[in-house]
């Protein structure tokens, strides 16, 4: 029920992505006075993974909750529950890539033998929502009050990653920092796919599937001990 | 059920704690919801759970589904489990009533075929009518109660697990749960069922096991638990249960 129903559903899964690429291009295009070249594409590249990542914390948040009727109904493997989301949202994702091509059409910026990369970053965006869902789960029926919270956390990450302004635009000290956050990597991985024409550096893949590993490696055993008592939670 | 218990432990702020939660957060109380319950049913039997409201009817049907597990004793059942604990029966009320059927025939145990395959079935023993293409939350508590049970039907479970469902049935579907759990337990299976509907409960199930604050106070045949349980006028008003072949 993410995507509503009828007809209009898949206009809503296409538009989903635009409208949250077009706050940012008026930005960029009327406020910043951005001088970037292919300042659309190069946010796009940022907005689309983190779409996915947002959406899907956002959906693993309340996942439990959302479903607390069947938990208390009936005994299934809860180590579904989170992935869900991830399944859930993934459909808006595999709308969402079609800014790529559009982006890059209305940029003029033709494709290269690195888009064969894309696949990969887009799987390494995939791992690190799904580390990233469990402990959302948590959180969100530990802590439900924080919710709120914890999405603006998130999205906190975005603005001080890569996220509008491409990380060879960031000078400083900043440029030093920005690659702990996760998410540069992923940025800059499509950015490097689709925009710039070369292949990944190492550390923007494995920077973020490094810290998905290490989180996965922290909340899944913990979410698999909690999972038999979910029901006490929600009940 | 050896011995089984179902612990809730709170926080300074009465929210319950999970083992996790109790490294992070200050433990403050406990409240046993079963404690030292033991029983072992047979197949082809079937038991109605009586007890006031917070007896730990619910628990124990929560703990025999596998929705929670025991903190101490041992709990085993064996076969495939089809359980109302509530009206709702599990159903997202934004899915129609064929989206949460088959949700429902899967998470039980069938393939999503076999699922698809019984849908048309589910379908005509709800009785929705063009209504089961609908969103559960246009459903009546009568139309989940129905649909929930009709899930049950199809997946063709071993035991049967029904919790305050009848106060939610018109008689007409009264029978028709009735005559189920009766055609369940002919065939060998169980039927465990809690509510405040003793007569309808006294149908399906020949005994009854009696909870009072999460212990077990009388076992055996129904009238004689409900003369325990509400003195022995009541026990001479229940009809004599049927009983299995």
């Not at chain 1, 009050?145 to 999405?151: E, G, K, S």
């Not at chain 2, 069938?110 to 709800?126: G, I, N, P």
């Not at chain 2, 009264?174 to 003793?198: C, K, N, T, W, Y």
């Amino acid at each position: 029920m993410r995507y509503g129903r009828g007809a209009l559903r898949a206009v809503k899964v296409l538009l989903d992505p635009f409208a949250a690429l077009g706050v940012y291009l008026l930005l960029i295009a009327f406020v910043l006075d951005q001088s970037e070249s292919a300042a659309g594409l190069s946010i796009t590249c940022a907005i689309i993974p983190f779409q996915l990542i947002m959406a899907t914390m956002a959906n693993a948040l309340k996942s439990i909750e959302v479903r607390g009727s069947i938990i208390l109904n009936m005994s299934f493997p809860r180590m579904l529950i989170p992935v869900s989301s991830v399944v859930t949202e993934s459909v808006a994702f595999s709308g969402s890539l079609v800014l790529i091509p559009a982006m890059m059409i209305a940029y003029g910026v033709a494709p290269t033998p690195a888009l064969l990369w894309l696949p990969v970053a887009l799987a390494v965006t995939i791992v690190f929502a799904v580390a990233l869902c469990y402990p959302s789960a948590l959180v969100g029926v530990w802590y439900p009050d924080l919710q709120p919270f914890a999405i603006s956390m998130v999205r906190a990450l975005f603005f001080i990653a890569p996220g509008i302004v491409a990380l060879d635009q960031i000078s400083g000290t900043a440029r030093d920092l920005l690659p702990f956050n996760p998410l540069t990597g992923l940025f800059e991985s499509f950015r490097a796919a689709v925009l710039y024409g070369h292949s990944p550096a190492a550390w923007e893949l494995l920077a973020p599937l490094a810290f998905a590993g290490l989180l996965a490696a922290l909340t899944l055993p913990l979410y698999r001990r909690e999972q038999p008592y979910l029901a006490k939670l929600v009940g | 059920m050896q011995g089984a218990g179902v612990r809730f432990d709170f926080d300074h702020l009465s929210r319950v704690l999970t083992p996790a939660l109790r490294r992070i957060r200050r433990f403050r109380a406990s409240s046993w919801g079963l404690r030292h319950v033991s029983l072992h049913i047979e197949p082809g039997a079937g038991l109605a759970l009586v007890g006031p409201t917070g007896s730990g009817k619910t628990t124990l049907l929560r703990l025999i589904a596998g929705v929670i597990p025991p903190d101490e004793g041992r709990v085993a059942v064996r076969g495939r489990v089809g359980s109302l604990l509530a009206t709702d029966a599990g159903l997202g009320p934004l899915l129609t009533g064929r989206e949460n059927a088959e949700l429902l025939g899967v998470l039980a145990g069938l393939s999503l075929r076999e699922t698809r395959a019984a849908l048309d079935q589910v379908a005509e023993r709800s009785r929705l009518g063009e209504a089961f293409d609908r969103p559960v939350l246009t459903y009546s508590v009568g139309m989940r109660a129905r649909l929930g049970f009709a899930v049950i039907q199809a997946i063709s479970p071993r035991l049967l697990l029904l919790d305050e469902v009848f106060e939610a049935l018109d008689h007409e579907f009264r029978a028709i749960v009735e005559e189920f759990a009766l055609e369940l337990r002919e065939r060998g299976g169980i039927v465990v069922a809690a509510g405040h509907d003793h007569a309808a409960m006294s149908r399906m199930c020949p005994q009854a096991l009696l909870l009072d604050r999460g212990h077990a106070r009388a076992h055996g045949p129904f009238a004689e638990v409900i003369g325990t349980y509400r003195g022995p006028e009541a026990a001479g008003a229940m009809a004599e249960p049927a009983t299995a072949g």
